[in-house]
């Protein structure tokens, strides 16, 4: 536990965190809708700051990132809590506990997960051969303060950093990470506010404007889109999403579609699981709106996960699940020596 940067402190002892799109306003004991920013009399403290429940060695493509040291390994860490409820949540087992959240002042300092400092995890990093740390698994915008002192250690030692994030940060948290970041996953769930009010309980605009900062600041970004049936799966919202895609943030930023899946989802068993057939659909909608970089997830579908030469369509960089063959040379096609968007080396 230690205390937040983001927030401002209100009449009252009543504070106002400013980590996420939210803003809660906490009274004294209570914490925001993350479970895991309590108002401890009268100041923000982190819970979980210091605590990792899960660490693990991930190919970089699990992110996933396509254009980003494609073959590297990342370590990849996650805590507890999440600012939104997903209803398809896969990692709902450690993103909704609300019941356990919060009871520092009752339980005293938590015990959750593996306690590791900054320091310790860039080190597990350095041991493991690993070329950048992931902050993933749950949201890391409201644990962002453990995650900027990791950041700074990281990027002093030559790791890279890199964020998979639904993108509801404040201007405040982007402005704070955005000088350590090196690339980070987005997830546009759907381009249609209802959706992310219903399913989500937050809103789309924020999200649009984090990625529009993203690209702004020249940091990479890639987006991904869980094609969900009957709820995130509409052919012309999609195809709206990819307009949005090639206009605001470039015709080169990877759209990852991902298949969903309702055995492993939080609140949506009932629904069935995306049909391949669904997703060369909209692969061939992105492609159409004028994505160069459009990919397949959670799915072995031939080709759809391959990086392909924007000017000469030869593949470059071949994929089945996370097994890859990379064949640029440097960062140019083999066959006709065009330049291909990323960061490879």
Known sequence: MKQAILYKKLTGKKVECTACSHRCKITEGKTGICGVRQNIKGKLYLLVYGRVVSANIDPIEKKPLYHFLPGSRSFSIGTFGCNFRCKNCQNFDISQIMGLKGQVEKYGQINWGIE???????????????????????????????ALEIMKIAKAAGLKNIWVSNGFMTDATFKMIAPYLDAINIDIKSYDDKFYRENCGAHLKEVLETCQRVVRKKIH???????????????????????????????????????????????????????????????????KEGLKNVYVGNVIADSLENTFCPKCHSVVIRRVGYN????????????????IAGIWQ
């Open 324 to 339: 890859i063959k990379n064949m640029l040379k440097s960062d140019r096609c083999p066959n006709c020596n065009s330049k």
């Open 116 to 146: 590791l400092a900054p320091k310790d995890i860039v080190l597990k990093a350095k041991e493991n051969h690993c070329q950048s740390i992931a902050y993933t698994y749950n949201e890391p915008t409201i644990w962002a303060e453990y």
């Open 221 to 287: 970004l890639e987006v991904t889109t869980l094609i969900i049936p009957t709820l995130s799966d509409d052919e012309k919202m999609l195809r709206r999403l990819a307009h949005f895609i090639k206009t605001k943030l470039g015709a080169e930023v990877p759209w990852h579609i991902s298949a969903f899946s309702g055995a492993i989802s939080w609140k949506l068993q009932h629904l069935s699981d995306t049909s391949l057939e669904k997703l060369r659909k909209i692969y061939e909608i992105g492609k």
